[in-house]
């Protein structure tokens, strides 16, 4: 099965630069799973979901289709790597207390995806997606990233990154849960902030049709909105996060 693949050029970079997700949204999926057993981190990336899942579930298997994200992955002694596409896992039916996809249910196929889901998941077991979308910061950098968001890498966004701006009406065929509210922290640089920026899909695919970095048209000003380079800032993410009970079993 064929997969679009936007992260596997700067797969390196993804594992470097992307931020960490909460311990306490982990900690949130094991009081709600039937078992604390056997996860399932589906469009892995660079495994800092899996990673996260182990420090609560016994063990975390943790499946990419690129296999550049998965040779990119942070080992762990209770999460295996595994290369497939979340659509065909080729993992064992019901066995999972739990199913995650951090930051890419947009990329997938929902029709396909779905009934994989209901098939490797116990009877009660857990679905969850997150996502997250602009960071928050102090304001003039806000507006700048803002903007390139928009208006500079924006028309090289793929068509399903809406999708991210719009997660809670992507198709979610499971009873929904009410969930605390989530937020993604990090201390950063300016050379993190702009790796992370770097290895966004819609950079890659402007250097990609352009021959250029798109970067350079807001290196200054961002270099002036922040100051000492080495100065860290926080940042944060709010994360949004879908709960289903897999009980149509």
Known sequence: ??????????????????????PEMFEFLGTIAPSRDLAWDCATGNGQAAVGLASVFSQVIAT???????A?????????????????SRLQSRSFDLVLVAQALHWL???????????????????AASAYNLLQTDRPIEEIIRGYY????????P????LIEQFSKIPFPFPELQTPEFQIVA?????????????WSSTQRFVA???????????HNLQQAWGDPQKTKRIVWPLALRVGINSQS
């Not at 990119?72 to 290369?83: D, G, L, M, S, W």
């Not at 068509?159 to 809406?162: C, F, G, I, L, M």
């Open 1 to 22: 099965m064929e997969f679009k693949d936007h992260f596997s050029k700067q797969a390196a970079d993804y594992a470097k630069f992307r931020p960490r997700y909460p």
């Open 64 to 70: 990419d289709a690129s296999e550049s994200q998965i």
């Open 72 to 88: 990119n992955t942070e080992p762990h002694p209770r999460v295996a790597y595994k290369v497939a596409p979340a659509e065909q």
């Open 109 to 127: 196929n929902h029709n396909r995806f779905y009934p994989e889901v209901r098939r490797v998941l116990k009877e009660n077991g857990v679905f």
């Open 150 to 157: 928009y208006n500079i890498v924006g028309p090289y966004w």
């Open 159 to 162: 068509a399903e990154r809406a």
């Open 187 to 199: 201390e950063w640089n300016l050379e993190h902030l702009t790796g992370y920026l770097w290895s």
């Open 209 to 219: 049709a352009t021959n250029r970095n798109p970067l350079d048209q807001i290196a």
